[in-house]
């Protein structure tokens, strides 16, 4: 039988192989407060353009590990982590990155905590943008907390710790909704680009199934048939597959996402895990 997926303990992008635990030791033990630090740790590629910080401090943003952002970030100020930075010494990534984080760190508390990639629909009215975002389990309500750690302190929205049903919809949910007829795929993407539609939605599926399998990939990662997808050359075979993904990843019993991840289609290569 295939086993319940252990969220409370580090999969192969979140653990902190080779840190110094002293820079970890302050860190808070309640969900919001591991999280709170994010947000000073991390800086979009576009302000980090906008302050013209150097070509090399860009690599970042192709990381994948953890522990390699964090030792990034130590070499720009060697403080614990949760200190907070200036905009010029934090490590440049996307929102995909804020959640990593923020997922490694309510790990390595033993706190059961995902990360979840779809479209959140608080940035732009009537659109689903490209976010990732991360949950944790509040087991005193037994329900999975959605928090984004990017916008913790701002005010985008007034209660980001705890996102309401519908602020953010997970790759699966949009899935389900568009098949269903609730949602204008064309309102679905990514900002500033050309990327918008049902190919959007097909790749964060595929993605968020891979996050609940402890594997949090890069946004622009591909693997499987996502580039065909992206170019529109699958067909309803694979849609049908998508539905089992939507159903698996809205499922509380994760051994439906264990398994059905070991699909072909779907299951992350080896060398993209680095």
Excluded at 70 to 84: E, G, I, S, T
Aim: charged share 25%; proline share 6%; glycine share 8%.
């Amino acid at each position: 039988m295939t086993a319940l997926i252990e969220y409370g303990s580090p999969g192969p992008l979140t653990e902190f192989k080779g840190i110094n635990v002293e820079i970890l030791a302050n860190l808070g033990t309640e969900p919001v407060d591991l999280c709170m630090p994010t947000h000073s740790l991390v800086i979009q590629p576009s302000d980090a353009e906008s302050m013209a910080l150097p070509t090399e401090r860009f690599v970042t943003n192709q990381v994948r590990p953890a522990s390699a952002l964090v030792n990034a970030l130590l070499r720009l100020d060697p403080a614990p982590v949760d200190v907070p930075r200036e905009a010029s010494n934090r490590i440049v990534g996307t929102c995909r990155h804020f959640a990593v984080l923020s997922c490694a760190f309510l790990r390595y508390r033993g706190i059961p905590s995902r990360v979840r990639c779809g479209f959140a629909t608080y940035f732009q009215v009537g659109q689903g943008l490209d976010h990732w975002i991360t949950e944790y389990w509040r087991g005193t309500e037994s329900r999975w907390v959605r928090i984004d750690s990017e916008i913790l302190g701002g005010e985008v929205l007034e209660h980001p710790e705890d996102l309401r049903p519908g602020e953010f919809l997970s790759g699966g949910e949009a899935w389900s909704s568009f098949r269903r007829g609730d949602i204008d795929a064309t309102t679905f993407g990514v900002f500033g680009t050309d990327n918008w539609g049902a190919a959007e939605i097909r790749g964060n599926a595929v993605k968020d199934l891979a996050a609940l399998n402890k594997f949090e990939m890069l946004p622009w990662d591909e693997w499987g048939r996502m580039t065909d997808a992206y170019e529109g050359n699958t067909g309803p075979d694979y849609d049908e597959l998508l539905d089992a993904v939507a159903a698996a990843c809205a499922t509380d019993d994760s051994r439906v996402a264990s398994q059905l991840y070991k699909h072909v289609d779907l299951q992350v290569p080896n060398d993209l895990v680095q």
